[in-house]
């Protein structure tokens, strides 16, 4: 079945930091794959996204590659800021009715 | 355009009491899901939904929980019983297509403590 693995949180940096937080990922197919964030007190909003092998998604300074090779979408920013600390979470989708897979999600708290 | 609504925001219930969430898809959108977010653990499918209809509730426990989304209002999703172990976040997501993945758009969810 499919799963998701992100790095344990909590992630803490201080502003300006350079962000990595890691996902791979155990599917069958050709997943499309997704980076959602959650605000405090809020819902999920989708981030970035790649449908296919070596696409790169981009957003708000966010970037993530997606290899094939190595099962793997790791998040990053080169200079994250305090509005940043949000919960992070690596998601794929397959084919089927189930519309995502989510990993446990990443906190990044990010100090001024 | 409103976004996707859920209520209520916070819900408090007691043990073996009943747990009635809330949710109104975008304009437009017939597909529903239901996923279930455990403190400090990510999202977990529960069931999917489109109109009158349960595609696949796969996710959802077998005992308890039902859901529906009629032709017309909210979809709701219903927890009989309740336990504490049902103390979670809800959310609800809606789509316009079946896979359109990438267009899922979420509600703020419903926090159930369950005292």
């Known amino acids: 079945g499919n799963s998701v693995t992100q790095m344990e949180g909590p992630v803490t940096l201080s502003e300006e930091a350079f962000l990595t937080i890691n996902c791979t990922y155990t599917?069958?197919?050709?997943?499309?794959l997704f980076w959602y964030v959650q605000y405090p007190g809020e819902g999920l909003q989708l981030l970035l996204k790649a449908t296919k092998a070596d696409d790169k998604g981009s957003n708000k300074g966010f970037e993530a590659t997606y290899r094939k090779e190595t099962t793997s979408f790791h998040l990053e920013k080169g200079s994250v800021q305090v509005s940043d600390s949000a919960v992070y979470f690596c998601?794929?989708?397959?084919?089927?009715?189930?519309?995502?897979?989510f990993g446990s999600g990443t906190r990044l708290q990010v100090q001024p | 355009n409103a976004g996707v609504m859920q209520n209520p925001r916070h819900l408090v219930r007691r043990r073996g009491q009943e747990a009635r969430l809330r949710c109104s898809p975008m304009?437009?959108?017939?597909?529903v899901y239901w996923y279930r977010q455990l403190p400090e653990e990510g999202l977990k499918f529960m069931v999917y939904l489109q109109k009158e209809n349960i595609i696949d509730e796969s996710g959802m426990p077998k005992e308890r929980f039902s859901a529906e989304f009629p032709k017309e209002g909210p979809s709701i999703l219903r927890i009989q019983q309740v336990v504490r172990g049902d103390s979670a976040a809800y959310f609800c997501a809606s789509s316009l297509r079946q896979g359109e993945n990438e267009k899922l758009f979420f509600g703020s969810g419903t926090q159930l403590s369950v005292l």
């Open positions: 304009k437009g959108h017939s597909h």
């Open positions: 998601a794929l989708s397959n084919t089927g009715r189930r519309a995502l897979t």
């Open positions: 599917a069958t197919g050709y997943p499309s």
